[in-house]
């Protein structure tokens, strides 16, 4: 897997022409409002990414997530810093993916996959769940790639 460590960003460098596609997790932090939702979607999310990782390495790298609070009022100027930096060092694709109905809205350079999420019962059922967001994502990536 290529994540977000000495080693794998050496490799990352190195390959740059082959891994042309920067995954980041978009994560809003609230500690006031719905603690343990939160706490729950972000399980899912890296559960989600983690996979994606893992299906597609050598082609896509895994970063830091991208977390800000729910009520923070300029987070895409924040977010956009991120961006410019991956497009100057050269990545042709970024993907978000977020539990978070606020980025629907947003335009940002980039893809936006939105992964909702409903809480499961069973550890089958959230297994499923979050397979199905896993071919969602992977639709998308694939068709950015065409």
């Known amino acids: 897997m290529l994540k977000w460590n000495s080693s794998d960003v050496g490799i990352y460098l190195a390959q740059k ?9 978009l994560h809003a932090v609230n500690f006031v409002d719905e603690v343990k939702k939160n706490g729950f979607l972000w399980e899912n999310l890296i559960a989600i990414t983690n996979e994606i990782e893992h299906r597609f390495k050598g082609r896509v790298m895994l970063c830091p997530p991208f977390t800000y609070h729910s009520k923070e009022p300029s987070v895409t100027a924040r977010l956009e810093q ?23 809205q947003e335009q940002v350079k980039g893809s936006v996959v939105f992964v909702p999420f409903e809480m499961q019962e069973t550890e089958k059922g959230k297994k499923e769940a979050i397979m199905i967001q896993v071919e969602k994502v992977t639709k998308s990536l694939l068709g950015m790639w065409k």
Request: proline content about 3%; overall charge negative; charged content about 30%.
């Open 82 to 104: 991120w961006i410019e930096d991956f497009y100057d060092g050269e990545a042709k694709h970024i993907l978000f993916l977020t539990s978070d109905k606020a980025w629907q």
């Open 17 to 25: 022409e082959y891994i042309d596609t920067i995954i980041i997790p």
